[in-house]
């Protein structure tokens, strides 16, 4: 099946650093990549949506500076977590959606912001 | 105001029963459903999907039912079993937009 990899897996920085998530389709091209926000106890929370080539959909409250995407292949795509400070601190989750409109997702990666 | 709702937030089955989950959509745009699996400190994994033209959907040990018309989906799994011990979540999608419920925890008792 079809395979979403995420880089990195966790990470670790101080407060007022940028982080940068990868989310790549390993297998597939997906013109349309989604990145989600886990919070506790609570279900995936839609941040935004890439478009390859053209800039990013972003839901209501994310506030697009700060969390910068970038899609800039049918296989890759990237939120940098700019001027990142301890209550960004979360699970985030890519996803791609392949040709049959599947969605697959990513492993997520954990930041930890101190 | 929730789109996608999984009323149950745990439910727990015997080992080799059958498990049912259920999950209920509110916008009638939404034109296919999908559950995902999800162990802790992992993405979910995509398990099991539905179009809205159909009622029915099989793959092993998992069944989707899809009733368009109470806007209410379910899964099935049987025989239970221990792996199956997770958080399922119930997807409603159209071409830009997915939506997530909040999650199932299931158990499986040995």
């Known amino acids: 099946g079809a395979v979403v990899s995420q880089h990195p897996s966790w990470v670790i920085c101080k407060s007022g650093t940028s982080v940068k998530i990868e989310c790549r389709s390993l297998?597939?091209?997906?013109?349309?990549m989604f990145w989600y926000r886990q919070f506790p106890k609570q279900s995936l929370m839609l941040m935004a949506t890439?478009?390859?080539?053209?800039?990013?959909?972003?839901e209501q409250g994310v506030e697009k500076d700060k969390f910068l995407i970038n899609h800039a292949s049918l296989t890759l795509s990237t939120l940098t977590v700019t001027s990142a400070h301890p209550e960004d601190s979360s699970f985030y989750i890519c996803?791609?959606?392949?040709?049959?409109?599947?969605?697959?997702f990513g492993p997520g990666t954990r930041l930890t912001v101190l | 105001d929730q789109q996608v709702k999984q009323n149950s937030p745990s439910l727990s089955v015997q080992e080799g029963r059958i498990s049912i989950l259920n999950c209920d959509y509110t916008?009638?745009?939404?034109?296919?459903f999908l559950w995902y699996k999800k162990y802790p400190a992992e993405g979910p994994t995509f398990l099991i999907s539905i179009s809205s033209i159909k009622d029915k959907n099989e793959d092993g040990r998992f069944t989707v039912f899809l009733n368009k018309s109470a806007k209410h989906l379910s899964l099935h799994i049987v025989p239970s079993q221990p792996g199956d011990s997770a958080v399922y979540f119930c997807?409603?999608?159209?071409?830009?937009?997915?939506?997530f419920g909040k999650g199932t925890r299931l158990h499986i008792l040995p």
């Open positions: 916008n009638s745009m939404f034109d296919y």
């Open positions: 997807a409603a999608s159209n071409p830009v937009k997915i939506i």
């Open positions: 297998d597939f091209q997906a013109t349309t």
């Open positions: 890439s478009n390859e080539g053209s800039k990013a959909t972003y």
């Open positions: 996803s791609a959606r392949d040709e049959t409109d599947t969605q697959y």
